[in-house]
């Protein structure tokens, strides 16, 4: 008699823990045959705002380390998601119903983005800052900062999706709230599981299961959220809607990209546009 | 009471301006009639009325957008960024050599003090425009790309007319955009007179257009279908209003809001500085600046011998006559800021904290409002957290660093903050931990068109100014 195996439970990862939703609710995941794969938490309003708590509480902790540290802990993110790369591929086919060479493309892809990236952490600073001549004897000098709180709305691909959307906002000091993506949750939560075993420290990155046109709008019009990331949005009123709603604190935001090609290299776009440009001056003499 | 110590009135003269009766909106190169209701604009100072002004309606602004759109697509755009700089080049010359008459006029019009308009509006106008010009050719170098975006709207405030026209027209002139500009309707006319020096510089018809108007007017230029991008300066809740408008859009936009700075002082700064930079940060063109200092944290320790050094320089400034050379503070600039400004103040009374006033005398005609400081302010206070605009600062006290950290960040807004101190290694972390787009550590109040500006939370986004300023105008990656 064959053995009886054990299955996972996927919960949601708040604050560097992997809580059930507190509405106790849950949403049938299939795989692309239509059997079921697991119950993923639904997540709630209460969960979103549970996430941004933790995400506020973490963010002067996070963008105060030195650059050099948040690169390190970045790239041990790619170093465990490596090591456990069959997992993933596993999972992703099953969810998606892709072949085993699409699979490994997409943690191919995943890891060599999280190395990208992590390598920005001490880079960025130097590209998108500068020293301003001004006509007075002062110094002066431009460098960038994160927004903060950011929420993201991944777009569909669990894995490479994710990471492509996240890794450049966590590098340069931000803290995330991300909406996984509806259909295919179940990576992006193992994906939370590489994350808390990786050095990140908890709330830098909390991840919601649920339905998107749920729980997006509160995180859209949440008052302690800097930024948001439409990218996974595909309805495109409700990405007009939570636009609208953002205006609320004038958040930062990004409209939604359905067309992007995740296998392409980035450019330095998705950083800089939660990055705040903070301009010190101060006077030159004896 | 006479004194030998008595100032003699420095009056500039006015005779280097010619106000017209009435004007038009700058449309496609000429000046031609608005179909909406015009208005008039008054010497804030005097409320003698300056001159009747069209008002552009929907369908004048669609005119503008339309000219603009001819220009972008048939002249500027194809035009090589060596020639565009040239352009830009003559206008900065040509603000030069009639800067006295905008400084005048400038002054009539908005109220501000001769010598601020004449040492600090006027001559940052012309060197921003010359430093734009020389970017138009090196686009390539700046890391934005170089592709424009088109047809601007953009929006501009009553405090700084000039100055701000310049802020958003140099950079989009410079990037290959073309523009519809509304100036406040309080403060229309040296934009009217900028539309003159750009005939002069016989700039390209459409190139730049300025119509004037209020709200509705802006309102028009914002959700115009053919502009591709917003850039407004002026207040948070209007700033929200246009972030909703161009929701669902593929408009660009950039914000520059309202602000409610913190300037710290430190108990080892130099006090006497510190005074001169209190008093520059909130007194400063009677404190309508975005991102004057107009919460004083000052350490408990200092704060008795802070307040006597400053009530004491405050009883010195000089209000009164915009166009006397002497003049430190002049008019408010409308009898509706005005009221806002006395609304606040009477509620700042009635919440408890402590009002004083610099003893002056007040002209009988215009708005005007004497320097004011309350003390024992709390950061529940209104006056502690709703941008007042005026002449009117607001002391709280605190004894630790994380303290005045805390203080200073408690608040929506995020435009610009002040550090005093002779630490050096306080002052850098002071300005890690203050999220503001500006921080001036023992100096305020500093402008260059080489440094971007503009603010963090709902002090609004993007930067003007400097190699920064650019991305604004420019088609990013994810544009």
């Known amino acids: ?286 | 009471m006479t004194s030998p110590f008595e100032y003699a009135p420095a009056p500039e003269s006015r005779a280097v301006v010619d106000i017209k009766p009435s004007y038009g909106l700058f449309v496609n190169g000429e000046f031609v009639d608005g179909r909406g209701t015009s208005f008039k604009t008054v010497n804030p100072a005097t409320e003698e009325v300056l001159a009747e002004v069209a008002e552009a309606n929907e369908a004048d602004v669609d005119e503008a957008v339309k000219a603009a759109r001819r220009a972008y697509t048939r002249v500027w755009s194809r035009m090589s960024g060596a020639e565009r700089a040239k352009y830009l080049y003559r206008i900065a010359r040509i603000i030069q050599e009639r800067g006295r008459e905008l400084a005048v006029l400038e002054s009539i019009d908005n109220g501000k003090p001769i010598k601020e308009s004449r040492d600090v509006d006027v001559p940052i106008v012309a060197a921003h425009f010359f430093y734009y010009a020389g970017w138009a050719d090196k686009l390539k170098y700046a890391g934005f790309g170089d592709t424009p975006l088109g047809v601007a709207g953009q929006v501009i405030p009553w405090n700084f007319p000039l100055l701000m026209l310049a802020w958003k027209i140099a950079p989009a002139l410079a990037c290959g955009n073309t523009v519809v500009l509304k100036p406040a309707e309080t403060t229309p006319l040296t934009a009217l007179l900028f539309a003159e020096i750009c005939q002069q510089a016989d700039l390209p018809p459409g190139v730049v257009n300025i119509v004037t108007g209020a709200g509705d007017t802006g309102r028009a230029i914002v959700s115009h279908p053919d502009v591709d991008k917003v850039a407004f300066t002026g207040s948070t809740e209007v700033g929200k209003a246009i972030a909703r408008a161009v929701a669902g859009t593929e408009k660009k936009v950039t914000l520059e809001l309202g602000g409610k700075a913190a300037n710290i002082v430190f108990d080892d700064a130099p006090l006497d500085q510190a005074v001169e930079g209190i008093v520059n940060g909130i007194f400063f063109n009677q404190g309508h600046v975005c991102c004057a200092g107009s919460r004083l944290l000052v350490q408990e320790s200092v704060a008795d011998e802070v307040m006597s050094r400053l009530k004491r320089r405050m009883a010195t400034l000089r209000v009164g006559d915009p166009l006397d050379k002497n003049t430190d503070v002049g008019a408010i600039n409308s009898a509706e800021q005005l009221a806002k400004i006395r609304e606040l103040s009477e509620i700042g009374e009635a919440e408890g904290a402590e009002r004083w006033s610099a003893p002056c005398e007040l002209p009988a005609n215009g708005y005007w409002f004497a320097p004011t400081v309350f003390t024992g302010v709390t950061q529940a206070h209104r006056i502690a957290r709703e941008e007042i605009f005026g002449p009117v600062l607001s002391v709280l006290t605190f004894r630790t660093p994380s303290e005045a950290v805390e203080k200073a960040n408690n608040t929506p807004f995020g435009l610009s903050a002040g550090v005093w101190t002779d630490k050096g290694s306080r002052i850098l972390s002071m300005a890690n931990k203050l999220r503001a787009g500006v921080v001036w550590a023992n100096t305020f109040n500093k402008f260059d068109p080489t440094s971007p500006f503009g603010g963090y939370k709902e002090s609004g986004y993007g930067r003007e100014g400097g190699r920064h300023g650019l991305e604004a105008y420019l088609k990013g990656a994810d544009d």
């Open chain 1, 1 to 286: 008699m064959s053995r009886i195996d054990v299955r996972k439970t996927y919960k949601l990862y708040i604050g560097g823990a992997f809580p059930r939703s507190e509405s106790g609710r849950s949403y049938v995941v299939n795989d692309a045959k239509g059997k079921l794969l697991a119950n993923a938490s639904q997540a709630s309003r209460k969960d979103a705002r549970d996430a941004v708590v933790a995400a506020r509480a973490a963010f002067g902790g996070w963008s105060g380390r030195t650059a050099y540290n948040r690169a390190q802990v970045v790239y041990r993110i790619a170093e465990v998601l490596e090591g456990r790369r069959e997992q993933f591929e596993a999972e992703i086919r099953a969810s998606e119903g892709v072949t085993a060479a699409r699979a490994r493309a997409a943690v191919d892809a995943s890891v060599d983005r999280l190395v990208w990236y992590a390598g920005w952490a001490d880079k960025i600073t130097q590209v998108v800052g500068n020293a301003n001549p001004v006509a007075g004897p002062y110094f002066n000098l431009s460098t960038p900062e994160p927004s903060g709180v950011i929420a993201v709305v991944a777009p569909s691909g669990p894995l490479l999706g994710l990471v492509s959307v996240v890794a450049p906002l966590i590098v340069t000091g931000n803290t995330v709230v991300v909406i996984a993506s509806e259909d295919h949750p179940l990576p992006s939560i193992t994906l939370g599981e590489v994350m808390a075993t990786s050095d990140l420290p908890g709330g830098v990155v909390n991840v919601l299961t649920g339905s998107q046109a749920e729980i997006a709008p509160w995180l859209a019009s949440h008052m302690d959220v800097n930024g948001l990331d439409l990218t996974g949005v595909t309805d495109v009123e409700l990405a007009s809607e939570l636009e609208v709603a953002a205006a609320d604190n004038l958040k930062r935001v990004r409209r939604p990209a359905p067309d992007t090609d995740w296998l392409v290299e980035p450019d330095l776009d998705r950083m800089t546009r939660f990055l705040e440009t903070k301009t010190v001056w101060h006077p030159i003499g004896v």
